[in-house]
């Protein structure tokens, strides 16, 4: 099975600040890797797939990269709007998800 | 614009089984899979497995080989998941969800599973 490696577990950041989120592949997965938000009580939201391309709707302020087998989601200016829970999914094989960042503000 | 609509929350008795329901609309429902998702409390996501609308094929995680059940009903729009043989440990909130653009990329707004006798 591919585990997916997602760090920080949490995370408090200041408005306007840049954030980044890591989730490391235990194996090659391509850019089959996805980003999401959940906010408390809601349905995850896709943000990134294909490791870089950002979904429909979702604000430039968030991108994607990949370095080998590690993904990065890059969040440029913290706005409130954006706390909340962050996955990363690996759709390579067996879909499976990191254990999840918890973004609060500071 | 998709949506795809779940059925109420369960409460159900130990050992028993559960049926629900992810009402699709908005696109042509045999186009695309129908993914689901297990949330435990404060958890993160899991994938169960996903159906083919259109042919009936499944596709499931093999943790949850013998726990759920994927089905269709394309004349209603409809992907069903039967949870059998419940325990506490199935208590969770699960996800319809489907494919494209991008994996995951439309969501039900979740089924609450209760399991207490």
């Known amino acids: 099975d591919i585990q997916m490696t997602q760090s920080p577990a949490s995370l408090s950041a200041s408005l306007e600040e840049i954030v980044t989120i890591t989730c490391q592949a235990s194996q090659d997965i391509g850019n089959w890797l996805s980003w999401y938000q959940q906010k408390p009580g809601k349905s995850p939201q896709l943000l990134i797939y294909g490791a870089t391309s950002l979904a429909d709707g979702v604000p430039s302020r968030f991108s994607g990269s990949r370095s080998g087998t590690q993904y990065s989601l890059k969040i440029s200016r913290l706005q409130v709007e954006d706390i909340g829970i962050y996955y990363c999914l690996q759709a390579y094989s067996a879909n499976t998800f990191g254990a999840g960042t918890k973004l609060e503000l500071k | 614009q998709v949506n795809l609509l779940q059925s109420g929350a369960a409460l159900v008795k130990p050992g028993a089984s559960v049926k629900l329901s992810c009402k699709a609309s908005g696109y042509t429902f045999t186009d695309y899979y129908i993914h689901w998702v297990k949330q435990s409390h404060g958890k993160s996501l899991e994938w169960i497995g996903y159906?083919?609308?259109?042919?009936?094929?499944?596709n499931y995680n093999e943790k949850f080989k013998s726990k759920a059940t994927l089905t269709v009903d394309k004349s209603t729009n409809t992907a069903y998941m039967e949870l059998s043989r419940l325990t506490s440990e199935d208590s969770a909130t699960y996800y319809c969800?489907?494919?494209?653009?991008?994996?995951?990329?439309?969501w039900g707004q979740g089924t609450l599973v209760t399991v207490s006798s």
């Open positions: 159906i083919n609308p259109n042919s009936g094929y499944t």
């Open positions: 969800t489907r494919d494209y653009p991008g994996p995951f990329a439309y």
